[in-house]
């Protein structure tokens, strides 16, 4: 959500939904078997940098420079570092 104004009265959110792609059936974190697991890791399990780096670029070019003043963060991760890791940054 963008709303325009400027100063105190704008307002803008950012949601994202990070899923973390686990080994493990007992999870939600969208199991994957054995045979594509080490082929689709790295595809599916961004690095915190390179997610970063995607998340704002995305925001300068697709959406006007837009910066977040309020981010929400959904995700099946439960390792509050790894997640802090990812949301570096960002308000």
């Not at 949601?15 to 939600?28: I, Y």
């Not at 890791?41 to 977040?68: A, Q, Y």
Request: hydrophobic share 35%; glycine share 8%.
């Amino acid at each position: 959500r963008q709303d325009l104004g400027s100063g105190a009265d704008r307002f803008g959110l950012l949601g994202v939904h990070l899923r973390s792609f686990k080994r493990d059936t007992s999870t939600s974190g969208g199991y994957m078997t054995a045979e594509v697991a080490e082929e689709f890791d790295h595809v599916c399990n961004v690095k915190p940098e390179l997610f970063k780096r995607l998340t704002s670029t995305v925001l300068i070019i697709e959406f006007g420079h837009f910066w977040p003043t309020h981010t929400y963060l959904a995700t099946n991760e439960k390792n509050s570092e790894l997640i802090a890791d990812y949301t570096e940054g960002f308000p």
